[in-house]
């Protein structure tokens, strides 16, 4: 309806599809899909979780950057966003790295439990 102010759920669905569009492209990705409250019926989920499936050599530095772009879009409006990734085995690795230099000893905040032993996985 014109005018008519968009849902939380349409708003994080508009941004997560933006992420696909950007994420889609990058060398490595190989499926995203989404999971947790979005794909309910809630009409006011929390926040959007994305999983990608990645290769061993996907370029997780313009993936981080993606993931970025929509959660800080997401928090304009008090919602988060999330991206955990997986190997072509399945196997959860992680999720994106929140920062935009992505390096050990650059902050001490940083919480990764292997930082630094692949840049941009948290």
Known sequence: MAGHPASVRDQLLSEVLRFVRSAAGLSGVRQIALLGSI???????KDVDVLVVIS????????AACARRMQGRTQSFNRGA???LADEC???LGRTCSWKDCRPGVRASCDALHCGRRPYLH
Do not use: I, K, M
């Open 56 to 63: 061993d050599d996907a370029d997780l530095a313009s993936l």
């Open 39 to 45: 794909v309910t019926e809630r009409p006011n989920p």
């Open 90 to 92: 399945g196997r959860y």
């Open 82 to 84: 999330d991206v955990f």
